[in-house]
């Protein structure tokens, strides 16, 4: 079998950016070694799509994780936001930790445990707030399923 795929159909898109996000994104891709910006949006779609696959093998199974994020200390009306967000999904919240890093900018952790979508979900709304300004979910194992 060749090593190139033959009939592959491409399909371009527009996706708007702001200049400083493009910027640091082409930084990426030179210190990664892709020679263009589309080569560099495939693997992080599949980086993506392989997590979600992770996620589902994990099904009615009980993980651990912390959700991380920065976001905009002068938006007060986005702690009540996160503090409401954090109470909706207290059935997998166990703790929070809130650092400021300077002035404008703080930062928080949630330790959280439970199904990978409960912990996505809660993820993806956190994210989605306007003034979270970066938003990342590490998952591991409760350690029950191993050996």
């Known amino acids: 079998m060749s090593a190139k795929k033959k009939n592959v159909k491409l399909t371009r898109f527009g996706v708007s950016v702001p200049e400083d996000l493009i910027e640091s994104f082409d930084a990426y891709i030179r210190e990664r070694g892709?020679?263009?910006?589309?080569?560099?949006?495939?693997?992080?779609?599949?980086?993506?799509?392989?997590a979600r696959d992770w996620e589902r093998e994990m099904m009615g199974k009980e993980v651990?994780?912390?959700?991380?994020?920065?976001?905009?200390?002068?938006?007060?009306?986005l702690v009540?936001?996160?503090?409401?967000?954090?109470?909706?999904?207290?059935?997998?919240?166990?703790?929070?930790?809130?650092?400021?890093?300077?002035?404008?900018?703080?930062?928080?952790?949630?330790?959280?445990?439970?199904?990978?979508?409960?912990?996505?979900?809660?993820?993806?709304?956190?994210?989605a707030l306007k003034g979270i300004k970066h938003c990342t979910l590490a998952t591991t194992t409760t350690g029950k399923d191993i050996s």
């Open 34 to 50: 892709y020679s263009n910006r589309s080569e560099a949006i495939r693997d992080l779609i599949r980086e993506r799509l392989v």
């Open 64 to 77: 651990a994780g912390t959700i991380t994020y920065v976001y905009d200390h002068h938006k007060r009306e």
């Open 80 to 127: 009540d936001e996160i503090i409401d967000i954090q109470h909706e999904y207290g059935e997998v919240v166990l703790v929070s930790q809130h650092v400021h890093l300077d002035h404008s900018n703080c930062l928080e952790t949630v330790i959280v445990k439970g199904d990978p979508l409960s912990l996505k979900d809660l993820t993806y709304k956190l994210k």
